[in-house]
C-alpha cells in the first residue's frame, strides 16, 4: 500500500491550499484517514481525521479554516486549507488505516510529506 501526497507549496498569509493523497496497491478497504503535520523542532500533531462513513475531527487550531474530506471510489483524501497562517507551516502527512484482504487486520500507512509555507 502506497500514499501520495501532493498540493504543498508557498502562500501567503491569508491564502489557500488544497492537499491530496492517494492511496493504492492492495486495498479491501480504508478505515480512518487522515493528516497529520510537523512543523520544524516541533512533535508531529494530528491535524484531521476522517472515517469511512464521513465523520470528521480537526485539532483545536484549524477548526473552521481547514476541511477534511474523501472519495471512497477514488481512495482518496482531502485537506482544504483556507485562511492560512505562518504557524500552519509544516511538512504534512496523510494517513490511513488500510485492510489489505479480508482475512488480515488493518494496519497504518503514511505518505511521504508534503511542505507547506506559509509567509507573513
Known amino acids: 500500500v502506497q500514499l501520495q501526497a501532493s498540493g504543498g507549496g508557498l502562500v501567503q498569509a491569508g491564502g489557500s491550499l488544497r492537499l491530496s493523497c492517494a492511496a493504492s496497491?492492495?486495498?479491501?478497504?480504508?478505515?480512518?484517514m487522515g493528516w497529520y503535520r510537523q512543523a520544524p523542532g516541533k512533535q508531529r500533531e494530528l491535524v484531521a481525521t476522517i472515517t469511512s462513513s464521513g465523520s470528521t475531527t480537526y485539532t483545536d487550531s484549524v477548526k473552521g479554516r481547514f476541511t477534511i474530506s474523501r472519495d471512497n471510489a477514488k481512495n482518496m483524501v482531502y485537506l482544504q486549507m483556507n485562511s492560512l497562517k505562518p504557524e500552519d507551516t509544516a511538512v504534512y502527512y496523510c494517513a490511513a488505516e488500510v485492510k489489505k484482504n479480508v482475512m488480515v487486520r488493518a494496519s497504518n500507512y503514511w505518505g511521504q510529506g508534503t511542505l507547506v509555507t506559509v509567509s507573513s
Open positions: 496497491g492492495s486495498i479491501f478497504r480504508i478505515n480512518a
